[in-house]
């Protein structure tokens, strides 16, 4: 959720600093500050609440430099957005720490500090990290050695980067549960939440491991584990792209992830025909052997867990549960023999979906399976198969191409299942058909964009909105209702069609419009007789409609018609549809199409 940039190097550092901090704000932008050391060895502070521009305008005011310094952005967790709250933490006058993630037992330790005589400035659980490091130099000497004896007593998830004026050439780093990576240069080194935030000054990672302290100077950088052992991690290569934060001729970064997604469809597919091989060493050896599947996920990746269900289900002939990370790892849940638990994340660091995989029962589960978009991540590490999807770098909050990746993901995967457990598997060449037409059909919904932003001029003066689905479509309707409500504030619900006369159609009346996902499939007649109660009632209908299925344009009823496709591709066809119809009444209604409010990119915290 917050961003950590971190620079120990020969050269003044804050523009290092300031542009971490923009590639990072995607995680954050409540507030956003930083700390160094200069030349004269003097600890020196910016901070201010609200976007990094805000900390950019207060350095151009009153420029500070240094070759040592930290630096944040913020998702309020403890304490409202603020200068007071916001990062960096400084104590004794010496000690300055940015923080990502969540100190549980901060309020018992805040009271024993207090009772030792700090005193406090925020309301912010990382104000008691400062405090604790601050308090065991006296007794250590040292700041790596204060470190690791301060964070030893922190209960939660954390990321930190600390700074101290009487060291004034060393950063110290520690990782537990929240990302942080290593960035190695020549002269200097660097720390941030991901590699995103480094890839203008190196190429070149470290992936710290939970448990881990790192002491970083310009010349060099000494990692130790848990146990206070000096360790070595394997140094990481990447060849990022140049053009990932490159608006182009887009408007917003969500409109220019929507458009690139035929292209990333293609990539995450485009190995032709799946084959276990694609899974990893070990996935031809387990395949066969998989009697159940279990998908945990949170949010986005949730409702491509739901598609998946129907995929799995119906293809592979292969029980299927789909479970909320965050609901499922505090229950006590029954795992069927040899079941594959597959998690699906976009960053690979969600907390509570990498918590789920681990509370799995191990004795009963055959393997684990990350879906992901980021190589080296912790879910990547964690499991024992792995699926990258090729999305690339994702920087909108709301969700649109890691999506359609993974349904491409999970539709290789269901096609490598049915092979071993379905004798109504597809046919090789029929699977390579499927495969070759997502990429023409989600460029052929992007040719819809003007009739999608003609319609939803008609939502921007609506406060809710009712999607609704049928059988695979009802997650997608849950998708859409997700992205509306994410990035243009208006109220949206989903429900399956067939649940209206359960409760839903008290809702409808001229002000509730309602959006309905219409494939030409075998529940089109039954979602028909659905719309008809919601006519019935007043209700203004949007239809995104096969073209084939017979649907037409009416009083209180417009019909979107969309390419006829397979139904293996149809939800990615769909939610595409929806994710431009959110992308324009935002745009419409002037919200903050990439930066939503309260909401952050990467949730690494509870």
């Known amino acids: 959720m917050c961003g950590i940039v971190a620079v120990t190097a020969r050269r003044d550092c804050t523009e290092i600093l300031l542009e971490g901090l923009r590639r990072l704000e995607y995680r954050g932008y409540d507030s956003a500050g930083l700390a160094l050391i200069d030349r004269s060895g003097n600890l020196q502070s910016h901070k201010r609440a609200g976007r990094v521009a805000a900390l950019e305008a207060a350095q151009a005011a009153e420029p500070i430099q240094g070759g040592v310094g930290i630096a944040h952005t913020r998702w309020a967790t403890h304490g409202e957005p603020s200068v007071a709250n916001a990062h960096p933490h400084i104590a004794s006058d010496r000690i300055a720490v940015v923080h990502n993630g969540i100190i549980e037992n901060h309020a018992v330790l805040r009271d024993a500090l207090k009772v030792s005589g700090c005193q406090f400035y925020s309301e ?77 000054v190196t190429d070149t990672f470290v992936y710290l491991e939970d448990g881990d302290v790192a002491e970083l100077t310009a010349d060099k950088f000494t990692i130790y584990n848990a146990a206070g052992e000096q360790v070595d991690r394997a140094l990481t290569r990447l060849a ?32 032709g025909v799946p084959s276990d091989s694609f899974f990893g060493a070990r996935a031809a050896d387990l395949f ?26 119906s293809i592979a002939g292969l029980p299927c549960q789909v479970e909320v990370a965050s609901e499922y790892r505090y229950r006590e849940s029954v795992t069927l023999p040899d079941t594959l638990v597959v998690g699906i994340s976009q960053s690979g660091e969600t907390a509570d979906t990498l918590a789920a995989l681990q509370h799995v029962d191990a004795s009963r589960v055959l393997a684990r399976l990350a879906i992901c978009n980021v190589d080296h991540s912790a879910m990547v590490r964690e499991c024992e198969l792995v699926y990258l999807t090729q999305a690339g770098a994702e920087i909108g909050v709301a969700s649109t191409k890691a999506f359609t990746t993974q349904l491409a993901a999970l539709l290789s995967l269901t096609f490598c299942l049915a092979r071993h457990h379905s004798a109504a598997s597809l046919a090789e060449t029929d699977i390579a058909n499927v495969l070759r037409e997502i990429e023409p059909i989600a460029a052929q919904i992007l040719e819809k964009d003007s009739l999608i932003k003609t319609l939803s001029q008609q939502f921007t003066n609506k406060h809710h909105a009712l999607f609704l689905g049928r059988g695979i479509y009802y997650p997608i309707a849950l998708e859409g209702a997700l992205k509306l409500k994410e990035i243009s504030y208006i109220h949206a619900e989903a429900y399956p069609a067939g649940e209206l006369k359960h409760g839903p159609l008290a809702l409808v009346d001229e002000d509730m419009p309602v959006v309905a996902v219409a494939p030409d499939d075998r529940l089109m007649e039954k979602l028909r007789s659905n719309l008809e109660e919601v006519r019935a009632r007043g209700g203004q209908l949007f239809v995104f409609a096969s073209e084939n299925a017979g ?49 952050a990119k990467s949730v690494t915290v509870e």
């Open 551 to 599: 649907y037409e344009s009416g009083p209180g009823c417009e019909v979107l018609a969309l390419p006829a496709c397979s139904p293996f591709v149809g939800p990615i066809a769909y939610t595409i549809a929806l994710q431009l119809l959110s992308y324009h009444v935002a745009v419409a209604k002037g919200t903050d199409v990439d930066k939503p409010r309260n909401l």
């Open 124 to 200: 912010t659980d990382t104000e008691v990290a400062a405090h604790l490091i601050a308090q065991a130099m006296h007794k250590e000497g040292d700041l790596l050695s204060a470190v690791i004896k301060s964070v030893r007593q922190l209960e939660g998830a954390y990321a930190l980067a600390i700074i101290d004026r009487q060291e004034p050439n060393t950063v110290i780093v520690a990782r537990q549960g929240s990302p942080l990576v290593l960035g190695v240069g020549i002269g200097e080194h660097f720390a941030g939440s991901d590699t995103l935030a480094l890839k203008s």
């Open 288 to 313: 066969p052997r998989i009697a159940a599947v279990q998908i945990l996920a949170c949010g986005t990746s949730y409702h491509a867990g739901l598609v998946a269900r129907h995929w799995i289900e």
């Open 240 to 271: 990022l792209q140049s053009d990932e934060d490159d608006l182009g001729q887009h408007e917003h970064y969500m409109l220019k992830e929507i458009y690139e997604q035929p292209a990333r469809l293609r990539e995450t597919v485009n190995q």
